[in-house]
Protein backbone atom coordinates (compact mmCIF):
# COMPACT_ATOMS: atom_id res chain seq x y z
CA UNK A 1 0.00 0.00 0.00
CA UNK A 2 1.27 3.28 -0.89
CA UNK A 3 0.72 6.56 1.41
CA UNK A 4 0.90 10.19 0.03
CA UNK A 5 1.98 12.71 2.76
CA UNK A 6 1.34 16.14 2.40
CA UNK A 7 3.54 18.51 3.89
CA UNK A 8 4.06 22.27 3.65
CA UNK A 9 6.43 25.01 5.28
CA UNK A 10 5.38 27.64 6.92
CA UNK A 11 6.78 30.34 9.58
CA UNK A 12 7.91 28.37 12.67
CA UNK A 13 5.15 28.57 15.25
CA UNK A 14 7.65 30.07 17.66
CA UNK A 15 8.57 33.26 15.81
CA UNK A 16 7.18 36.63 16.19
CA UNK A 17 5.72 37.56 12.76
CA UNK A 18 6.36 41.15 11.25
CA UNK A 19 2.55 41.89 9.56
CA UNK A 20 2.00 44.75 6.69
CA UNK A 21 -0.77 44.98 5.01
CA UNK A 22 -0.41 42.97 1.85
CA UNK A 23 0.87 40.19 4.59
CA UNK A 24 2.95 38.45 6.58
CA UNK A 25 6.65 39.71 6.14
CA UNK A 26 8.95 36.39 5.38
CA UNK A 27 11.93 38.43 4.91
CA UNK A 28 14.64 36.29 6.66
CA UNK A 29 11.98 34.92 8.64
CA UNK A 30 12.88 30.96 9.79
CA UNK A 31 10.38 28.74 8.40
CA UNK A 32 9.76 25.02 9.44
CA UNK A 33 7.52 22.24 8.39
CA UNK A 34 4.07 23.04 9.63
CA UNK A 35 3.56 21.18 12.87
CA UNK A 36 -0.14 19.01 11.51
CA UNK A 37 1.99 17.43 8.76
CA UNK A 38 4.80 16.64 10.55
CA UNK A 39 2.36 14.45 12.40
CA UNK A 40 1.00 13.42 9.60
CA UNK A 41 4.38 11.68 8.36
CA UNK A 42 4.91 10.76 11.89
CA UNK A 43 1.96 8.40 11.68
CA UNK A 44 2.62 7.42 8.29
CA UNK A 45 6.51 6.17 9.59
CA UNK A 46 4.30 4.23 12.46
CA UNK A 47 2.11 2.66 9.87
CA UNK A 48 5.27 1.20 7.80
CA UNK A 49 6.69 0.84 10.89
CA UNK A 50 3.35 -2.08 11.65
CA UNK A 51 3.90 -3.26 8.19
CA UNK A 52 0.78 -1.66 6.99
CA UNK A 53 1.90 0.16 4.58
CA UNK A 54 5.02 -0.30 1.98
CA UNK A 55 5.96 2.85 0.93
CA UNK A 56 5.37 6.46 2.24
CA UNK A 57 5.67 9.70 -0.29
CA UNK A 58 5.65 13.00 1.40
CA UNK A 59 5.15 15.95 -1.37
CA UNK A 60 5.21 19.57 -0.71
CA UNK A 61 4.04 22.87 -3.15
CA UNK A 62 6.13 26.10 -3.21
CA UNK A 63 9.79 27.44 -4.72
CA UNK A 64 12.82 25.60 -3.86
CA UNK A 65 13.38 26.35 -0.43
CA UNK A 66 10.48 24.10 0.42
CA UNK A 67 12.94 21.57 -0.07
CA UNK A 68 14.44 21.35 3.32
CA UNK A 69 10.13 20.69 4.76
CA UNK A 70 11.20 17.74 2.38
CA UNK A 71 14.36 16.13 3.71
CA UNK A 72 13.21 16.52 7.21
CA UNK A 73 9.99 14.23 6.42
CA UNK A 74 12.34 12.28 4.49
CA UNK A 75 14.93 11.87 7.77
CA UNK A 76 11.48 11.14 9.38
CA UNK A 77 10.92 7.86 7.96
CA UNK A 78 9.46 9.24 4.24
CA UNK A 79 10.93 6.57 1.44
CA UNK A 80 10.60 9.45 -1.39
CA UNK A 81 9.56 12.68 -2.24
CA UNK A 82 7.85 15.02 -4.55
CA UNK A 83 8.37 18.75 -5.17
CA UNK A 84 5.56 20.75 -6.90
CA UNK A 85 7.53 24.11 -7.71
CA UNK A 86 6.26 27.24 -7.90
CA UNK A 87 7.46 31.05 -6.88
CA UNK A 88 3.75 32.02 -5.92
CA UNK A 89 3.08 32.96 -1.87
CA UNK A 90 2.07 29.33 -0.36
CA UNK A 91 0.04 31.47 2.31
CA UNK A 92 -1.35 33.55 -0.44
CA UNK A 93 -1.62 32.61 -3.87
CA UNK A 94 -1.50 28.72 -3.40
CA UNK A 95 -5.13 28.23 -2.26
CA UNK A 96 -6.83 25.28 -0.95
CA UNK A 97 -8.93 24.35 -3.86
CA UNK A 98 -5.58 24.56 -5.94
CA UNK A 99 -3.38 21.74 -3.68
CA UNK A 100 -6.42 19.86 -4.03
CA UNK A 101 -6.21 19.78 -7.39
CA UNK A 102 -2.77 19.26 -7.31
CA UNK A 103 -2.93 16.41 -5.30
CA UNK A 104 -5.60 14.88 -6.84
CA UNK A 105 -3.23 14.36 -10.08
CA UNK A 106 -0.38 12.69 -8.39
CA UNK A 107 -2.69 10.41 -6.30
CA UNK A 108 -4.17 9.76 -10.40
CA UNK A 109 -0.65 9.52 -11.74
CA UNK A 110 0.80 6.89 -9.20
CA UNK A 111 -2.05 5.40 -7.24
CA UNK A 112 -1.89 5.60 -4.02
CA UNK A 113 -4.26 3.90 -1.27
CA UNK A 114 -4.19 6.48 1.10
CA UNK A 115 -3.31 10.39 1.34
CA UNK A 116 -2.69 11.55 5.11
CA UNK A 117 -1.82 15.84 5.65
CA UNK A 118 -2.51 17.61 8.35
CA UNK A 119 -5.42 19.28 9.34
CA UNK A 120 -4.89 22.48 8.40
CA UNK A 121 -1.60 24.52 8.53
CA UNK A 122 -1.00 27.65 10.92
CA UNK A 123 -0.76 30.31 8.26
CA UNK A 124 -3.94 30.55 6.79
CA UNK A 125 -5.99 28.38 8.77
CA UNK A 126 -8.31 26.97 5.88
CA UNK A 127 -9.16 23.47 7.05
CA UNK A 128 -10.22 22.52 3.86
CA UNK A 129 -7.66 20.93 1.72
CA UNK A 130 -8.56 17.38 2.98
CA UNK A 131 -12.07 17.72 2.39
CA UNK A 132 -11.49 19.10 -1.23
CA UNK A 133 -9.52 16.59 -2.14
CA UNK A 134 -11.47 13.83 -1.19
CA UNK A 135 -14.84 15.48 -2.98
CA UNK A 136 -12.57 15.50 -6.21
CA UNK A 137 -10.91 11.91 -6.30
CA UNK A 138 -14.82 10.90 -4.74
CA UNK A 139 -12.71 8.79 -1.83
CA UNK A 140 -14.19 8.42 1.72
CA UNK A 141 -12.35 10.84 4.52
CA UNK A 142 -11.86 11.32 8.24
CA UNK A 143 -10.88 14.66 9.82
CA UNK A 144 -9.37 15.74 12.48
CA UNK A 145 -7.97 12.29 13.62
CA UNK A 146 -6.56 11.34 16.70
CA UNK A 147 -6.59 7.82 16.64
CA UNK A 148 -5.65 6.08 13.41
CA UNK A 149 -6.06 1.57 12.89
CA UNK A 150 -5.84 -0.03 9.86
CA UNK A 151 -7.15 -3.72 9.23
CA UNK A 152 -8.03 -5.63 6.16
CA UNK A 153 -8.06 -2.65 3.89
CA UNK A 154 -10.86 -0.77 6.45
CA UNK A 155 -9.24 2.17 8.26
CA UNK A 156 -11.33 3.10 11.41
CA UNK A 157 -10.27 6.67 12.40
CA UNK A 158 -11.28 8.55 15.98
CA UNK A 159 -12.29 11.99 15.25
CA UNK A 160 -12.08 14.82 17.91
CA UNK A 161 -15.45 16.77 17.36
CA UNK A 162 -16.98 19.67 19.73
CA UNK A 163 -18.99 16.98 21.30
CA UNK A 164 -15.82 14.74 22.48
CA UNK A 165 -15.03 11.81 20.33
CA UNK A 166 -16.22 9.95 17.17
CA UNK A 167 -15.14 6.51 15.39
CA UNK A 168 -16.10 7.14 11.74
CA UNK A 169 -14.58 3.50 9.54
CA UNK A 170 -13.99 3.30 5.74
CA UNK A 171 -12.68 0.83 3.01
CA UNK A 172 -9.67 2.47 1.35
CA UNK A 173 -8.27 4.46 -0.38
CA UNK A 174 -9.01 7.49 1.28
CA UNK A 175 -8.02 10.70 2.89
CA UNK A 176 -8.05 11.32 6.80
CA UNK A 177 -6.65 14.71 8.15
CA UNK A 178 -4.52 14.91 11.32
CA UNK A 179 -4.93 16.69 14.63
CA UNK A 180 -2.69 17.44 17.47
CA UNK A 181 -3.32 14.59 19.95
CA UNK A 182 -2.77 11.77 17.19
CA UNK A 183 0.83 11.46 18.33
CA UNK A 184 4.30 13.28 19.38
CA UNK A 185 6.67 13.54 16.23
CA UNK A 186 10.17 11.86 16.73
CA UNK A 187 13.28 13.76 16.20
CA UNK A 188 15.23 12.86 13.53
CA UNK A 189 18.83 11.40 14.26
CA UNK A 190 21.83 12.63 12.61
CA UNK A 191 22.37 9.26 10.50
CA UNK A 192 18.65 9.68 9.37
CA UNK A 193 19.15 13.57 8.21
CA UNK A 194 22.50 11.76 6.50
CA UNK A 195 20.45 9.21 4.85
CA UNK A 196 18.00 11.89 3.62
CA UNK A 197 20.28 13.40 1.39
CA UNK A 198 20.47 10.23 -0.90
CA UNK A 199 16.63 9.44 -0.87
CA UNK A 200 14.82 10.42 -4.36
CA UNK A 201 13.16 13.99 -4.66
CA UNK A 202 10.82 14.64 -7.69
CA UNK A 203 10.74 17.92 -9.06
CA UNK A 204 7.54 19.18 -10.84
CA UNK A 205 7.19 22.37 -12.26
CA UNK A 206 3.57 23.78 -11.16
CA UNK A 207 2.21 24.83 -14.36
CA UNK A 208 2.64 20.94 -15.47
CA UNK A 209 0.01 19.84 -13.26
CA UNK A 210 -2.07 22.56 -13.19
CA UNK A 211 -2.47 26.57 -12.72
CA UNK A 212 -3.58 28.84 -9.84
CA UNK A 213 -6.99 29.71 -9.71
CA UNK A 214 -6.74 33.13 -7.35
CA UNK A 215 -10.20 32.86 -6.67
CA UNK A 216 -9.70 34.47 -2.90
CA UNK A 217 -8.47 37.57 -3.11
CA UNK A 218 -6.30 39.08 0.43
CA UNK A 219 -7.70 42.35 0.77
CA UNK A 220 -5.75 43.42 3.97
CA UNK A 221 -3.98 41.53 7.21
CA UNK A 222 -3.46 43.63 10.32
CA UNK A 223 -2.27 42.55 13.32
CA UNK A 224 -4.47 41.68 16.56
CA UNK A 225 -5.02 44.64 18.62
CA UNK A 226 -2.61 45.64 21.20
CA UNK A 227 -4.14 43.97 24.68
CA UNK A 228 -4.33 46.61 27.40
CA UNK A 229 -2.98 46.29 30.72
CA UNK A 230 -4.61 45.22 33.92
CA UNK A 231 -5.65 47.00 36.80
CA UNK A 232 -5.25 46.03 40.72
CA UNK A 233 -8.67 47.13 42.55
CA UNK A 234 -8.91 47.42 46.29
CA UNK A 235 -12.08 45.10 46.34
CA UNK A 236 -15.34 43.30 45.04
CA UNK A 237 -16.94 46.78 44.84
CA UNK A 238 -14.56 48.49 43.19
CA UNK A 239 -14.32 45.48 40.38
CA UNK A 240 -18.36 45.47 39.89
CA UNK A 241 -18.06 49.14 39.47
CA UNK A 242 -15.85 49.48 36.69
CA UNK A 243 -17.36 45.94 34.80
CA UNK A 244 -20.55 48.15 34.89
CA UNK A 245 -19.55 51.34 34.07
CA UNK A 246 -16.21 50.97 32.12
CA UNK A 247 -16.61 47.53 30.69
CA UNK A 248 -20.45 47.65 30.21
CA UNK A 249 -20.86 44.28 30.66
CA UNK A 250 -24.05 45.05 32.68
Known sequence: MKVLVA????VDSGIKVRVKPEGIDLQGV???I???CEI???EAVRLKEKKLIAEIVAVTIGPKQGAESLRHALALGADKAIHVTTEARI???VQPLDVANILAKLVERDNYNLVLMGKQSIDDDFNQTGQMLAGLLDWPQATFASNIQITDGVAQVIREIDGGLQTVK???PGVITCDLRLNQPRFASVPNIMKAKSKPLETIPLDKLGKLHNSIQITKTEAPAVRKGGAIVENVDVLLQKLRTEAKLF
Open 7 to 10: VKRV
Open 30 to 32: KMT
Open 34 to 36: NPF
Open 170 to 172: FKL
Open 40 to 42: AVE
Open 91 to 93: DQA
